[in-house]
């Protein structure tokens, strides 16, 4: 597996390993509106197969449901719906190099010839000196994703020297939008520096499989409606991927090792409030200090939730130390920074 060829196969030894994930989702469209007979996942899985090669990752697991495809991969996830696709990886690859291709690989064989919303997201790398080409900067990204894209916006949110989360993000005006009515959000938090008994579960030397490690730490009781696609990689690391019949999704990524530990939770349910979902998923994996970020747009009931984190000033022994908002074309976003504070 790609992650594993960039560990030490020591766990408390490990050679550096990049959690800082990578996200690209795009919503895919018609410039004559008429979209009903296209389908992302009309693509061949060979073709998404070579697209991963150019990224450097490979499917290791699938699950799926009238809704949405759902690929475990070597380094992270990979969700396909009707018009929605959504590339999270980790490690050192190189996501937005699969861009073009991709955009010639709809239009071929998926029917879209224009895209409705375009994001590209990730948090402060801890070692980006050791990125590939195009991602050791968040300026090299922008410049890549402007020469195909055009007239898309970049934003920091954040301390750009300690903890941060960029965002490039386009909406065109040019195409027709999609159904107003429909529900979109996302949820993530991205945790560090997190418990050491918690991330010890995500090895061989503690779990069996990674059922296991599921089970044991309660990844099955975050969201119950989740039909969970679970793998535990060797020696140490975990990703799981959950669907549910409605098409909603959550995914888990873990870097267990003691010395850049991180975890990744990200889950577009549709919620009027996240602070119970919030409070299970920090208590589940215990960081030391996380960030949550929230892109709701105005159908989703999500939509006051920016609102509600700024009320949020503290998780138990977590303290909000940063709150920022951002009004998009048609989606409001919030960043939270939470650190623990001494007992």
Known sequence: MEKMAETD?????????????????IWFTRTDGKTKTCDLRSIPRNKWESLLQIVHCEVISFSSNEQVDAYVL??????????????????????????????????????????EDVFYSRKNFKRPELQKSPHRSFDQEVDLLNSIFKD????????????CWYLYTLHPNNVPSSDLTRSDQTLEILMSDLDPKVMSIFTKANSSSATEATKKSGIDKLIPSMRIDDFLFDPCGYSMNGINKAGHYMTIHI???????????????????????????IETFKPGKF?????????????????????????????????QYCRLNNYDLSYTFYSKFPS
């Open 291 to 323: 960030v949550v970020t929230i892109f709701a747009n105005q159908a989703s009931p999500a939509s006051s939730s920016a609102h509600e984190m700024e009320k949020l000033s503290r998780f138990g022994p977590w303290m909000q130390g940063d709150i």
């Open 152 to 163: 898309g916006s970049s934003y920091c949110l954040g301390d750009e020297e300690s903890e």
């Open 74 to 115: 070597s380094e992270s996830s990979m969700f396909v719906s009707k018009d929605r696709f959504i590339l999270k990886t980790c490690g050192t690859t190189t996501p937005l190099e699969c861009v073009e291709p991709l955009l010639k690989l709809v239009k071929l064989h998926a029917g879209f010839n224009a895209y």
């Open 9 to 25: 196969q020591n766990f408390n030894g490990a050679q550096y390993f990049e959690g800082v994930e990578k996200l690209l989702e």
């Open 255 to 281: 870097t267990p090792e003691p010395d850049f530990s991180y975890v990744s939770f990200e889950s577009n349910i549709p919620q009027s409030s996240y602070k119970d979902v919030i409070s299970r998923v």
